[in-house]
């Protein structure tokens, strides 16, 4: 009988173990801390549970004291999807406007600095960089999460992040395994489909996941979409061909893979998180991402018991739910071993500013001042951001001289991304011209709407991906034919050709990326 329960006491702890939920709130609620003492290694925090710096690291304590090694992930992409900075914006450029400078000594730099923020925090797994390549520009959901189309560019930065993510001794996650970025549909509403052959899978998609493996990274995100080449049956996140089969067989990677969030559509519509849950594990997955919109106790009770409940049935071999847990537990010793850059440390950034940027020299740790000539850590997102602008002057170009009117033209945003950070040029404009206004316009009569409000103020057109938006570009053809000197900022995918007095590309909307555009729109 002891020998039973013990077989039972431990089956329901690895169940546990590879269960990665979140939670409402700042801190962390009773069951959670129950939960932990109980098995639970991991728990994943959104912007929900982000107050301040000071209150995340309080919150992460309250973790680790419950269980030391305790895997605290995020989603802390920075650019258009970030946590820390959810309500300001962040103070780092995402990946596509890191491809559009190309320095991977720049991207390792931004991703050292992010990574000693999140250490700073308590936070030790982050779910990034998205090593898509972008190879649809019309992607609903990737787009600018995105280093670049480019296979070989992808492939260099996601190990440049990879790299300097976890020289700050956070784990870093390459997602989203095959590859997201040739899809039209996002997998949060439905199941994306990748209809190309092997050879293209391969050479495109495969590739910075491959380099993502060689520079040692820590963690892998499969993806819910369907690939027919690789298994024309079950979504990536639920196929033992593609995370047993590729991932581990074929590419050799031997650490831990964790699943997209399970309640989103791709899933949790067809499968159910239960029966998803069970399918992920058997066919590979060692943790189950379910954070995103179920955050309740019953969800993690009702994930347990389904598990339990396969691996008794003989439909989940107790041994790979076994080696799933050993799997998140030992990262959460990697983690807690891990590598932590002495304060002050600096690496070496080569590279000059363009576009209105500065030269950088050198990278001081995080709260340290940079040397002569140097900058600062809390500075490389901003040099980052300058250096991603890309200016183009129309014919007609006088220099902004008073006060303007922003129209900012808003799609709706992306699950991903949120629509709780704030984005645009219009606060920073206000500083710099005082008397500017802001507008947001959406919809058929956008541009007749701001070109009414604007009056005799000039106008500064802010969009996110124009060539994906027929009412925004219309929107814009309405502005340009009134008034030709308007400013048009593209803060999304550079997919239109450049138009306007002065047309800046911004390559993300990040918090930075509009104080970088905005300099260059006050300085003439």
Known sequence: MTTVTRASSTLTRDALTVLQPGFDGTTAPDWLLRRLGEGLASVGLFGRNVQSPEQLAALTAQLRAEYGDVLVAIDEESGDVTRLEVRTGSSFPGNHALGAVDDVELTRAVALELGRRLAAC????????????????????????????????????????????????????????????????????????????????????????RAAIAAGTRAVMSAHI??????????????????????????????????????MQAISATYGIERGSVLAIAAGADAICVGGGLNDDGTVTRLRDALVAAVRSGELPEERLADAAA??????????????????????????????????????????AGGAGGVGGAEIGLVAARRALRVTRGEYAPAVTGPVHVAAFSPVANIAVGDETPWGVGPELARLLPGTTTGSYTGPDAGATALAEAGERRVVAVVRDEHRHAWMSEALDTLL????????????????????????????????CGVAAAEVIAGG
């Not at 030992?330 to 590598?339: D, F, I, R």
């Not at 009134?482 to 918090?511: K, N, Q, Y």
Request: a negative charge.
């Open 327 to 368: 799997r998140v537990r030992a990262l959460g010793e990697w983690t807690s071993a891990g590598p932590m850059p002495a304060p002050g440390a600096r690496i070496e950034v080569r590279g000059a500013g363009s576009a209105g940027g500065a030269e950088v020299g050198s990278v001081a740790g995080v709260g340290g």
């Open 481 to 512: 034919a009134a008034r030709p000197d308007t400013v048009i900022v593209e803060m999304g995918v550079p997919g239109a050709a450049p138009r306007g007095a002065l047309h800046i590309a911004t390559h993300g909307a990040a918090r930075v």
């Open 122 to 209: 308590g936070v030790n797994l982050n779910w990034a960089p998205s090593a898509d390549v972008n190879a649809n520009p019309d992607n609903p959901v990737i787009g600018v999460r995105s280093f670049g189309a480019d296979t070989a560019l992808v492939a260099r930065h996601t190990a440049a992040y990879v790299d300097g993510m976890q020289a700050a001794g956070v784990a870093a996650c390459a997602k989203h395994f095959p590859g997201h970025g040739d899809t039209g549909v996002d997998s949060h509403h439905d199941l994306p489909l990748i209809d190309v052959g092997l050879d293209v899978l391969r050479s495109r998609d495969l590739a910075p996941f």
């Open 226 to 263: 369907l690939v027919p080449a690789l298994d024309p049956e079950r979504p990536a996140t639920l196929s033992r061909r593609i995370l047993t089969g590729l991932l581990r067989e074929e590419l050799g990677y031997d650490g831990l893979i964790v699943t997209d969030g399970m309640e």
